[in-house]
């Protein structure tokens, strides 16, 4: 009988371990700040995935959610892709800028393939696209952007997509109430 409260214990352990663990992975993996303003403004074309090159207090300001993403952009120098624009506010307990190292809107480097970023360079110069980040997000206790590739949309474009979304919402609300019958 001695036995068996210290295994029942070790197994209570690790089944709380596994689900602190789940719980761990839960926070690391949310979205930071989305650009709700770029579907409205873009005809988004091509989505990609790029991570970002971040200091120690701007990675603490964006668990905090202390970004503001809707003025951003991405530029091609040097056959490197920056993201300008993104303004990451300065870790409270980390002092002035002077002292932590972090310029709210300095640029920030994204991380992708050299393949991806010829891709994107070559149809942006070809196509005058614009490159708009539509969300930023931890993935694995990584900072990732979503970077789209959008054709800025004229006042009219605007309000085609308005009632094309429109026709759509209606066209779904008559197939629900056929199915309810």
């Given at each position: 009988?001695?036995?068996?409260?210290?295994?029942?214990?070790?197994?209570?352990?690790?089944?709380?371990?596994?689900?602190?663990?789940?719980?761990q992975a839960d926070s690391r993996d949310r979205?930071?700040?989305?650009?709700?303003?770029?579907?409205?403004?873009?005809?988004?074309?091509?989505?990609?995935?790029?991570?970002?090159?971040?200091?120690?207090?701007?990675?603490?300001?964006?668990?905090?959610?202390?970004?503001?993403?809707?003025?951003?952009?991405?530029?091609?120098?040097?056959?490197?892709?920056?993201?300008?624009?993104?303004?990451?506010?300065?870790?409270?307990?980390?002092?002035?800028?002077?002292?932590?190292?972090?310029?709210?809107?300095?640029?920030?480097?994204?991380?992708?393939?050299?393949?991806?970023?010829?891709?994107?360079?070559?149809?942006?110069?070809?196509?005058?696209?614009?490159?708009?980040?539509?969300?930023?997000?931890?993935?694995?206790?990584?900072?990732?952007?979503?970077?789209?590739?959008?054709?800025?949309?004229g006042h009219a474009d605007k309000r085609q997509?308005?009632?094309?979304r429109e026709a759509s919402r209606e066209a779904?609300?008559?197939?629900?109430?056929?199915?309810?019958?």
């Open positions: 009988m001695g036995a068996n409260p210290p295994q029942k214990a070790s197994k209570q352990r690790a089944a709380g371990q596994k689900s602190g663990s789940n719980k979205t930071v700040a989305t650009n709700r303003q770029a579907r409205r403004n873009y005809e988004v074309l091509d989505t990609w995935e790029a991570g970002l090159v971040l200091r120690g207090g701007e990675v603490k300001s964006l668990r905090a959610s202390k970004v503001q993403i809707a003025e951003a952009f991405g530029r091609f120098e040097g056959g490197e892709l920056w993201l300008l624009g993104l303004h990451i506010s300065p870790w409270s307990t980390s002092g002035s800028v002077e002292t932590s190292g972090h310029d709210p809107d300095r640029p920030k480097k994204l991380l992708l393939h050299r393949s991806e970023i010829r891709r994107m360079h070559d149809r942006v110069q070809r196509e005058g696209l614009t490159l708009v980040p539509l969300s930023l997000y931890f993935s694995n206790g990584r900072a990732k952007v979503e970077l789209a590739l959008a054709r800025g949309r997509a308005i009632a094309e779904d609300r008559a197939i629900a109430r056929n199915r309810r019958r």
